[in-house]
């Protein structure tokens, strides 16, 4: 397995939107290079708009770049191939009201691939390394928040990806949550999972990361390390503070 998980090589999206007369053209990112190395939890940090969810579109193979090249552990990230080891989660997730936690994680099992036994055991296995065992006969509808995103990373999990792709996991939840998603995610990291996330809460990404990537209007600004911000007086938020100006 090649030691980078991402790369990232000069690297432009620009969306086209329609109008009445003619189109405009938005670049959500442009001139972006960076490596995620396998077996690292990498964070990615920016104001709104700054282009984080349109990275990680671009990593899952759901958006196609404009310009420049990237890989996914060396192959296209659209293929198959790549997105079998890619598990995402994406900041709003959404699962039918109507159904059960393992009914929607079998469906999005059987799109990974998953069948029969191999398919039941990965449901329970996602369902018990998430928390949401004893929610198994509870309808998606009655879920909180956080049982929401936790129903969210088991479906991320489910097909025991190589590399996760998170944003804002932890967005909107409770402190007792927030701390369950931290330890489960240190967990995963340290069965060897690569983990690239975004989010608001930089105490958080503090926490987790080994590094950070700190986006400005579409462009990487900074990449920090986790002896940068530990030496800094104000800790990454002074860091991401000055970059952000």
Known sequence: MTSRAVT????????????????????????LSFDIPTGEITGLLGLNGAGKTTIMKLITGLLF??????????????????????????????FPPQVKPGAALAYYGRLSGLSGKDLSLAVEA??????????????????????LQRLGLA???????????????????????????RKLLAGLNAEGRTIFLSSHSISEVEKLCGRVLIMVRGRLAKTVARA?????PGGLESIFVEAVK
């Open 8 to 31: 990232f090589s000069k690297v432009e999206k620009t969306y086209k939107r329609p109008r009445l007369l003619g189109a405009a053209y938005h670049t959500a990112v442009q001139d």
């Open 126 to 147: 996602a369902l018990e390394r998430t928390g949401l065992e004893p929610h198994a006969d509870k309808r998606v509808a009655e879920f909180s928040k956080g049982m």
């Open 228 to 232: 940068e911000w530990e030496a800094a």
């Open 155 to 181: 479906q991320a999990l489910l097909h025991r990806p190589d590399l996760l792709v998170l944003d804002e996991p932890v967005s909107g939840l409770d402190p007792l949550a927030i701390h369950d998603i």
């Open 65 to 94: 770049p404009t310009a420049g090249s990237l890989r996914v552990f060396g192959l296209p990230p659209s293929g198959q191939p790549a997105k079998a080891k890619v598990g995402f989660l994406p900041e709003l997730p959404y």
